[in-house]
Nanobody, 113 residues
Framework: QEQFVASGGGLVQPGGSLRLTCVAT????????MAWYRQSSGKQREFVGS???????YYSESVKGRFTISRSNANNTLYLHLNTLKPEDTAVYYC???????WGQGTQVTVSS
């Protein structure tokens, strides 16, 4: 069964940076358009950004210019670089196939002074 496990979250001050990592247990990772999502307390899960099989990246307006997605097909790994973090970025972050509906383990990001 495919799994996508996110890690790398933590507590960071406003303006700080983090790098999240997502390891995929699938042989087809390189064939997938992959995405990051996040869910804040009391809110629905929302799209953060995605990266295609040919490394075209797309971002939500709320993170564009601050977050960067990258991938390593050799390591079945997806990354999310979070810069200039804001308190409103506080959420549990998940990775998944773009449009996927089975959710794996997320990682908590808390932005607070």
């Amino acid at each position: 069964q495919e799994q996508f496990v996110a890690s790398g979250g933590g507590l960071v001050q406003p303006g700080g940076s983090l790098r999240l990592t997502c390891v995929a247990t699938t042989s087809f990772f390189s064939h997938y358009h992959m995405a990051w999502y996040r869910q804040s307390s009391g809110k629905q899960r929302e799209f953060v950004g995605s990266i295609s099989t040919v490394n075209n990246a797309y971002y939500s307006e709320s993170v564009k210019g601050r977050f960067t997605i990258s991938r390593s097909n050799a390591n079945n790994t997806l990354y999310l670089h979070l810069n200039t973090l804001k308190p409103e970025d506080t959420a549990v972050y998940y990775c998944n196939r773009f449009g996927g509906t089975d959710w794996g383990q997320g990682t908590q990001v808390t932005v607070s002074s």
